[in-house]
């Protein structure tokens, strides 16, 4: 079995101005293309190649393979909960939820928005799930949730905060990515995945 590239489900220049076309096109074309290859490689006549994504990733696996399908995956969640459509706030399960948790959805996106704005270097900033409690973490390079050195729960919400995410258009104004981020959040497909979660 080897991982594929997943097509998007809306065009590159679909998310501006909050994301330009440019960023996505390399974001996609070039950077998760890479990870996907290289993971592909890393796999390639072990056993974990018969292996779902999840599965690789909790376990002790080589940096190669850590970092390229930490990659693979962090991306392939990345374009998901990402839409033209997105923004606003969610509501039903998911709002209860963030409630719930944080007291509410400005106090949610205050947390997130720090977490993403204060990861050193590269990373990325989750919204996790762990037996129904919501939380919020970051990490560094491609590592995520599902990991040993992740926060040991299973994410819902990513933000990549490595500078080729937003660098074109951003420069080096990060938290000002980070709150156009809000404008396309696909606020449907976080609460399928909490609900599936």
Not at 38 to 61: F, H, M, P, R
Not at 90 to 110: C, H, Q, W
Request: proline share 4%.
């Amino acid at each position: 079995m080897s991982f594929e590239l997943p097509k998007l489900s809306y065009s590159y220049d679909a998310l501006e101005p909050h994301i330009d076309a440019k960023t996505m096109e390399i974001h996609h074309s070039k950077h998760h293309a890479g990870y996907t290859a290289k993971l592909n490689v890393a796999l390639e006549g072990t056993e974990l190649a018969t292996q779902s994504i999840e599965s690789i990733l909790a376990g002790d696996v080589s940096a190669g393979i850590r970092n390229n399908g930490g990659g693979y995956y962090n991306h392939c969640l990345f374009w998901s909960i990402m839409s033209p459509n997105g923004g606003g706030q969610p509501s039903g399960d998911l709002a209860n939820a963030i409630n719930t948790s944080f007291g509410s959805f400005e106090d949610f996106k205050t947390i997130f928005s720090n977490a993403a704005a204060t990861q050193f270097g590269s990373g990325w900033a989750w919204l996790c799930v762990k037996e129904r409690v919501l939380s919020v973490c970051s990490t560094p390079n491609q590592d995520n949730p599902l990991m040993k050195s992740g926060c040991g729960s299973t994410p819902i919400l990513g933000i990549d905060v490595w500078e080729h995410a937003y660098y074109l258009n951003y420069q080096n104004r990060r938290p000002d990515y980070i709150e156009a981020f809000f404008n396309v959040v696909n606020w449907t497909e976080v609460s399928r995945r909490l609900k599936n979660a």
